[in-house]
């Protein structure tokens, strides 16, 4: 199976005719939910692989994904981490945060949905020899999709700018906006899941085609595009990687505020603040 692909996730689930009753919006939406929900499930199982079957490739144009918005009682871009993933559509309680939450508490405690992601990411960074910067902005790239899934690229950066350099907010923040675009010189192609996502017919707009344009020309380039490889070969229900890992790199790389995140003064702390506890009313 080509890692760009992704066709195991909806032939797990007995591929796209077993799917046919429902919605193809929440087909398309329930392809990345599946993707993060077999690596959470890995992470508690030792890493076995679910069963795997064939199923053909069907894709929505731009017309009719937007022609289900009205039909949804929920907003995609909502974080992760207010969703529910419980058979009776009920969310859980969750543990009690530290006085001073440092980042590995952040990653024990309250990333349940993009932890085991991002920690493959890194992993494959390592892989692939990237420097630790690179590796660094991996670790980190989609923890903020807890919180906020649109624009999650930029979320993310504004909410890591004060703790880590200038490099890795970069990649973090562009690496989503890269992601629209293939470049078969660093060997990243167009994800199918995103023709699932977005349309098959869809096309970046000029915002994110400026961006594109700018980064290219980045003397930086190379960091968010690291990150858009080590995310696409993210998903692989067979590896389970711990933040032991990475933990000595944390400590060289990240700023963490004495008082805790979100207990400092950073203009973000509420962010992470929201990350901690997000069932505050107000």
């Given amino acids: 199976m080509s890692p760009s692909d992704r066709n195991e996730p909806v032939a797990s689930a007995g591929g796209d005719a077993a799917q046919s009753p429902t919605s193809h919006e929440t087909r398309a939406d329930a392809l990345e939910r599946k993707l993060l929900d077999q690596l959470n499930k890995a992470a508690s199982n030792g890493g076995m692989h679910p069963p795997a079957g064939a199923g053909p490739q069907k894709f929505l144009t731009v017309a009719e994904l937007d022609a289900q918005i009205s039909t949804r009682a929920y907003r995609r871009g909502v974080g992760r981490g207010f969703w529910s993933r419980s058979p009776d559509g009920r969310v859980s309680r969750l543990p009690s945060m530290p006085q001073a939450p440092t980042l590995v508490d952040f990653f024990a405690l309250r990333l349940p949905n993009t932890g085991n992601h991002c920690l493959q990411s890194a992993n494959k960074a390592l892989q692939r020899g990237a ?152």
């Avoid at 470049?183 to 594109?212: C, I, N, S, W």
């Fill in 131 to 282: 420097d630790e910067e690179i590796v660094f902005a991996c670790l980190l790239h989609d923890i903020v999709q807890e919180i906020m899934c649109a624009d999650h690229g930029y979320w993310g950066a504004q909410m890591l700018e004060p703790y880590v350099s200038e490099r890795v907010a970069f990649a973090i923040r562009y690496h989503q906006a890269l992601r629209f675009f293939p470049d078969e010189k660093a060997g990243y192609a167009y994800p199918a899941m995103y023709r699932r996502l977005f349309g098959e017919d869809y096309v970046p707009d000029r915002r994110l085609q400026e961006t594109h344009q700018f980064v290219r020309k980045h003397r930086w380039y190379d960091a968010p595009r690291e990150v858009t490889i080590c995310d696409l070969y993210a998903f692989d229900p067979k590896v389970v990687v711990t933040i032991d890992r990475f933990v000595d790199l944390i400590g060289r790389h990240f700023k963490q505020p004495r008082e805790g995140l979100g207990n400092d003064d950073s203009p973000v702390a509420h962010m992470w603040r929201t990350m901690a506890n997000p069932d505050a009313p107000l």
